[in-house]
């Protein structure tokens, strides 16, 4: 059998708290536009949301979550046609936001704290309540989800895409690696307090098993090296794009004193 992410979140709780989580990041980046003058929170937040929902329609036409794959939003079942967009939107936009945020404060770390750190820890404390709360919920439900995590296809597409991005990178040159390493910690950071409580809640967890077949759970310490990878790989590194376009495309603005600073 194939080594799968195995889910149980989806119809309970999941996606309500990601509606949630989309409008306060939302929120967020419309206080920072207004109060600050600050585009760079809602760029990352449209970027997050367009490009998880590109990744997301193509994870349903590789139906690697399996042909019957469906989820609940408040009790109605969404139509198949909008799941790549609701995870998308729903998904990708705190996702971007947050990246960004941990950058934010880091290059801006000599200023004042409650300014800086302290709203953003606030945020990820939110975000952890959050997901233990879905933690909590789906005690007990059926699986939802068995995703095989090393097909070749899927692979190589995230290979690909993430090449071609740090290539793009590369052409940009001046600071933009020194930004896109901190930013990729922010997006771990985020990773791990927003995914990593569901795993030993039993609700999203590294298993054996093929979509619409019999799962199996994988031996703790494997799950542990095999989620790291998720964490790293699959949600972290191959979704530096989330940040590198819209800085090539000069949607980001910095100020110079932020890109210089060691």
Not at 81 to 102: D, K
Not at 159 to 186: D, H, N, Q, S
């Amino acid at each position: 059998m194939n080594i799968a992410m195995i889910r149980i979140f989806d119809n309970v709780g999941y996606y309500e708290t990601r509606f949630i989580l989309m409008i306060f990041a939302l929120a967020a980046a419309l206080f920072f536009l207004a109060k600050k003058k600050d585009r760079n929170y809602l760029v990352m937040f449209i970027s997050g949301a367009v490009w998880q929902s590109v990744m997301s329609l193509v994870v349903m036409n590789m139906t690697l979550r399996g042909q019957e794959y469906s989820l609940l939003l408040f009790g109605f079942q969404v139509p198949s046609v909008l799941i790549w967009l609701i995870q998308g939107v729903f998904e990708g936009g705190i996702h971007g936001l947050m990246g960004y945020w941990f950058l934010d404060v880091y290059i801006n770390r000599g200023s004042d704290q409650k300014q800086g750190w302290m709203p953003y820890m606030s945020a990820l404390i939110f975000v952890l309540v959050m997901s233990l709360a879905v933690g909590f919920l789906n005690q007990g439900q059926s699986i939802t989800s068995v995703r095989p995590m090393f097909k070749p296809g899927p692979i190589l597409a995230m290979f690909y895409v993430t090449f071609i991005t740090l290539v793009i990178a590369g052409l940009k040159g001046g600071a933009i690696f020194r930004l896109l390493c901190v930013y990729f910690i922010g997006t771990l950071i985020y990773s791990l307090v927003n995914l990593e409580p569901l795993h030993p809640l039993g609700v999203r967890y590294i298993g054996y098993g093929i979509p619409g077949g019999e799962v199996q759970a994988m031996p703790p310490i494997r799950q542990i090296f095999i989620m790291l990878y998720s964490h790293l790989w699959e949600i972290a590194g191959s979704r530096l794009h989330y940040f590198v376009i819209p800085y090539v495309l000069g949607l980001l603005a910095f100020k110079q004193i932020s890109t210089e600073k060691s």
